[in-house]
């Protein structure tokens, strides 16, 4: 039976990560079943994954007026897609069938115009708007959880803004919109000797605008981290009109409109498409490792580096536990994975610069030494080169993982560096407790460092817990709100970010609040009751409209 979609994008697997025809290799699912032996003391066959038919929408709401027919779509798989994102919690609520908050309608805009026409249509019939690109969100912000203030909710997906506009070389930059693939955009500026370099996790899914409005963190672990750094200029389609600004390297004329953009998460307006700064492709490169007896020292040594104006392209320390998971090292240790890389020069002399610093704090040199781009030895025993191939292929082994009753989850944060020390030692050993008491199994907390900055890093955590040991999937989304909801907790209190690139969505709305003065969010709705004076884009994410009160809602939430 044909694929019943409105969608010209390649099948999503809408239940969890990927394409609906990508697999495991037989070397991955092995490790998987290994890893659920090991948290749960006992083989267990994993749950079934569901299929469109397997569950039951409610009906949609909808009544499309002719000129909005041809472009919104209420096929069931459709509405699946955008239902979730891609966290924990989404692919957990897939294999329990549920999923109580699909979409009335998914429009495929194909243009400005067709954006406007929806945004009137919405505005009049009390409709919630939600924009959609890649679906990568691991923080509920792909969700249409309005609760009861709607008499429904379309979600806006973003595929057909797919093409690169215009090429600057000599400014090294480009007008792209908006839906554009991250690999599509590469493709497209490849035979202009040019690159965006930002590759996030989700690299494969992900679009410009996604990027952009959540504020994504990209592949440079030092210099360009955020997208942000990357934009030049935006375009923004609101209920209320057009918002544009100008393409300049730089402007002091106030408040800038672009930093407004960026972060916005869908509660302004859709952004249609950006100027981006680019970069020439890098020719030079050169990567090492170097372990450290333990997270502490790695990071004393980073620190140093962080400072000395390097800018290494690559510097990601792994604690412990996180190089024992990832078999990326023979003997226990914590691993500081380096790399830099340049378009127009070598680069051994900043690489011998920063391993001076390495071994001063304790470091020791991997046995594969220093590779540069003039090598070509087997990579498969380079550290840095396996931790990378890990780290790709993650998300894919959480849709087996969650299938065993695994929970297997991350959260990322930011925190300066005379803090770092207390902050590390306070999470690994309380939200430790904490999983330990909730699951009374054994579990893993690990750490890395995914970008560093002179004054501190962003710390990313990763936990793996059984979430029940005969499968119930509900009692592992009780558990696993429980220890989400603890690791915000301690991230304020100590002082941290609760999302340093991860954006802010449903799921993390009580962190934020709590990092944010009241006068400031209060500022923020007011800018969007001018852009949205009827609330209907992306309501709940990020923040209210100012006349509903929708509340912490999602996976974190009771709801009203």
């Given amino acids: 039976m044909a694929l019943q979609t409105l969608s010209k994008r390649r099948e999503l697997r809408f239940w969890g990560w990927g394409y609906a025809d990508e697999h495991l290799s037989a070397e991955e699912s092995a490790m998987i079943r290994g890893i659920a032996v090991r948290f749960k003391r006992h083989h267990s066959t994993p749950l079934v994954p569901p299929s469109v038919e397997d569950i039951e929408l409610p009906a949609s709401r909808l009544q499309l007026p002719e000129s909005l027919s041809a472009i919104v779509s209420t096929f069931p798989y459709d509405r699946l897609t955008h239902a979730y994102g891609k966290s924990y919690a989404d692919m957990a609520r897939m294999y329990l069938r549920r999923v109580p908050n699909a979409p009335d309608g998914v429009a495929f805009p194909r243009n400005e115009d067709d954006l406007r026409a929806l945004f009137d249509y919405a505005a009049a019939n009390d409709i919630a708007l939600i924009p959609f690109g890649g679906g990568t969100s691991v923080c509920g912000g792909v969700e249409p959880d309005v609760g009861a203030h709607y008499c429904a909710s379309i979600s806006v997906d973003m595929e057909n803004f797919n093409q690169l506009l215009e090429v600057d070389p000599v400014a090294r930059r480009a007008r792209v ?44 672990a030092s210099g360009y981290t955020h997208i942000d750094d990357l934009v030049e200029a935006t375009r923004m389609v609101t209920p209320a009109g057009t918002f544009e600004t100008r393409p300049l390297p730089g402007s002091g004329a106030g408040p800038s409109g672009d930093r407004l ?74 691993l500081l994975v380096l790399g830099f890389e340049s378009a127009k020069h070598a680069v051994d002399h900043w690489m011998e610069l920063a391993l001076a610093l390495a071994i001063k704090h304790g470091g020791v040199l991997g046995p594969e030494g220093v590779q540069s781009n003039a090598d070509h030895g087997d990579s498969s025993a380079n550290a840095a080169e396996s931790w990378r191939n890990a780290f790709i292929r993650m998300p894919y082994w959480r849709n087996e993982l969650t299938a065993y009753g695994v929970i297997a989850d991350t959260f990322e944060t930011a925190i300066t560096w005379d803090k770092f020390p207390a902050f590390y030692r306070e999470i690994m050993q309380q939200l430790g407790a904490t999983i330990a ?124």
């Fill in 437 to 560: 008491a909730l699951t009374d199994r054994e579990y893993a907390l690990s750490c890395r460092f995914t970008h560093v900055y002179p004054d501190g890093p962003a710390p990313y955590f990763t936990f793996y817990a059984v979430g029940d040991e005969h499968g119930d999937l509900d009692k592992a989304l009780t558990i696993w709100k429980k220890i989400k909801q603890r690791s915000m907790e301690l991230v304020a209190e100590l002082g941290g970010t609760v999302t340093h690139h991860h954006a802010v969505g449903r799921d993390h709305r009580y962190g934020y609040q709590q990092q944010t003065s009241t006068l400031f969010r209060q500022g923020l709705a007011g800018a969007k009751a001018q852009f949205d004076p009827k609330g209907i884009m992306n309501p709940g994410a990020l923040i209210d409209p100012l006349d509903r009160a929708i509340g912490i809602r999602g996976v974190m939430g009771q709801g009203d």
């Fill in 261 to 334: 953009v960026c972060g916005s998460e869908g509660a302004f307006g859709i952004l249609t498409e950006s100027w981006l700064r680019l970069q020439q492709r890098p020719k030079w490169r050169a990567t090492a490792s170097v372990r450290f007896d333990n997270m502490l020292a790695a990071a004393a040594a980073v620190r140093e580096i962080s400072q000395a104006g390097l800018y290494p392209s690559n510097c990601r320390v792994l604690d412990e536990m996180e190089v024992a998971l990832n078999r990326v090292a023979d003997e226990p240790c914590a």
């Fill in 177 to 220: 919109q908006a839906g554009m693939l991250g690999p599509n955009l590469e493709l497209a500026l490849k035979p202009h000797g040019l690159t965006l370099r930002h590759y996030p996790q989700s690299f494969p899914f992900v679009t410009v605008g996604g990027m952009v409005v959540t504020r994504a963190g990209g592949h440079f």
